[in-house]
């Protein structure tokens, strides 16, 4: 999980910033996105052959 402190005299929206940065740099989205709907070893064959 990746979490982000406060720093001194930081905004919130400099905070959101480094978060999202973060959080797309660990690819925390993507897997997720990807595990969203169950897809059998075959649809995922067929997805990769494209």
Request: hydrophobic content about 30%.
């Amino acid at each position: 999980m990746s979490t982000v402190n406060l720093r001194s005299n930081e905004s919130p929206e400099q905070l959101l910033r480094r978060f999202r940065k973060k959080v797309t740099q660990s690819g925390v989205l993507s897997t997720v996105r990807s595990k969203r709907w169950f897809a059998s070893k075959s649809e995922l064959r067929r997805i990769e052959k494209k």
